[in-house]
């Protein structure tokens, strides 16, 4: 069965965050699905997470703002911000948790929670992309 519900996640950059992405959090590039606009900017890209999941990721308008940039002009922002949870995130299983923790962090993510074994079986960590979008990578305790 297809993917039912695919994420659509906004960068100022997401030429930037595709290459970030990838490189701190696995995801690969699906190549032949992006569009460009006539200047260059990603207005389309799809980011395979392995097994099925896929993120759609795109510059919606020069006028975006990203999380991280809106928080730091807006204290309403700030302070719902302000706690280590994802808040309009994404929740993506993974195989390995520690393992993909250690590359997120060799690449500059933003750790929010440590890698934890939560009471629902799950061991599990949060963190920001490079715009401050929140994930968090978990897998089943075995």
Do not use: K
């Amino acid at each position: 069965m297809a993917q039912r519900v695919v994420p659509f996640v906004a960068y100022e950059d997401a030429a930037a965050a595709i290459e970030w992405l990838g490189d701190a959090f696995g995801a690969v590039e699906r190549v032949e699905e992006r569009r460009t606009s006539a200047d260059g900017t990603v207005t389309h890209a799809e980011l395979d997470f392995g097994g099925g999941a896929t993120v759609f990721v795109a510059t919606p308008t020069p006028a975006y703002e990203s999380p991280r940039r809106h928080r730091e002009t807006c204290d309403s922002a700030r302070r719902w911000l302000d706690n280590p949870w994802v808040i309009d995130g994404l929740w993506v299983r993974v195989d390995d948790v520690d393992a993909h923790h250690s590359r997120a962090v060799e690449h500059g993510a933003t750790i929010l929670r440590e890698p934890e074994t939560q009471s629902f079986g799950e061991r599990l960590y949060t963190a920001e992309d490079i715009e401050g979008h929140r994930w968090m990578f978990a897998a089943p305790v075995e």
